[in-house]
């Protein structure tokens, strides 16, 4: 997968499934993800789920008036 898509900084299956197909009908994807547990033996103890939800919550935050602001442009 890293030679296929060398710009890749983390892999998320669903969000890859959905990037192919906005891909495959031109259609613009973004995403936005935080990691709550690192690759590994599935150790509940360390999972940092409540974080990683604070961290979406703050980007999205931060977000909102960048996407609020965008013109859409017709091919």
Given at each position: ?75
């Amino acid at each position: 997968m890293r030679e296929r898509y060398p710009r890749a900084l983390a892999e998320a299956m669903e969000g890859f499934g959905v990037a192919e197909a906005a891909a495959l009908h031109g259609v613009p994807v973004f995403e936005v993800r935080a990691v709550s547990n690192a690759v590994g033996p599935r150790d509940r103890d360390a999972w940092r789920i409540g974080e990683a939800l604070g961290v979406l919550a703050e980007a999205f935050g931060k977000l909102a008036p960048v996407f609020e602001s965008w013109t859409r442009h017709e091919p």
